[in-house]
């Protein structure tokens, strides 16, 4: 029976001291914390910035149908994006409108204007729409416009 009891003290003791977690197995997770949240935010940073460039394009290719609509319809380009929402004081080209072309001139995903211009830089015979992509800078390298995979 005293050896039975001397076990129970020695386990309670044990017990006792062994409350909690070591400073050092705390550091350790936190650790392993932040170098898993270091993955997560280059994973996501570099997916926000994918989906931020096709939704670019996507809404250069809207801005392009709309305005080869109002091309059809009018026989000439817009003077610009606003042209597509409103009909024109020249009475025979608002004989000639369609539109409204667009429901909204939208901004891109960097919140910055898109830019129209008839003939174009790229398009000579045609019309440039483009956004002057994630660096703002027009005539950069990640301008994202009508002229891409033409």
Same mark, same amino acid.
């Given at each position: ?21 070591? @400073? @050092?197995?705390?550091?350790?997770? @936190? ?13 996501? %940073? ?12 996507? #809404? ?18 817009? $003077? ?12 025979? @080209?608002?004989?000639? %409108? =369609? ?10 995903? %960097? ?8 003939? =174009?830089?790229?398009?000579? #015979?045609?019309?440039?729409? %483009?956004?002057?992509?994630?660096? $703002?800078?027009?005539?950069? #390298? ?9």
């Amino acid at each position: 029976m005293i050896a039975l009891n001397s076990h129970k003290n020695r386990m309670k003791v044990l017990r006792e001291k062994r409350e909690g977690f070591t @400073l @050092l197995e705390v550091l350790l997770v @936190l650790v392993i914390l932040v170098v898993l949240a270091s993955f997560a935010v280059n994973i996501f %940073w570099g997916t926000q910035d994918k989906a931020d460039k096709n939704a670019a394009a996507t #809404q250069v290719g809207f801005y392009k149908s709309a305005i080869e609509r109002f091309r059809l319809d009018t026989r000439q380009y817009p $003077g610009g994006l606003d042209d597509l929402l409103k009909k024109p004081s020249d009475a025979t @080209l608002a004989n000639r %409108w =369609g539109g409204p072309y667009m429901d909204r001139i939208a901004k891109d995903p %960097w919140d910055r204007e898109y830019r129209f211009i008839a003939p =174009g830089k790229h398009n000579s #015979q045609s019309f440039d729409v %483009w956004s002057t992509g994630p660096d $703002g800078q027009d005539g950069s #390298q990640d301008d994202i416009g009508n002229w891409e995979g033409t």
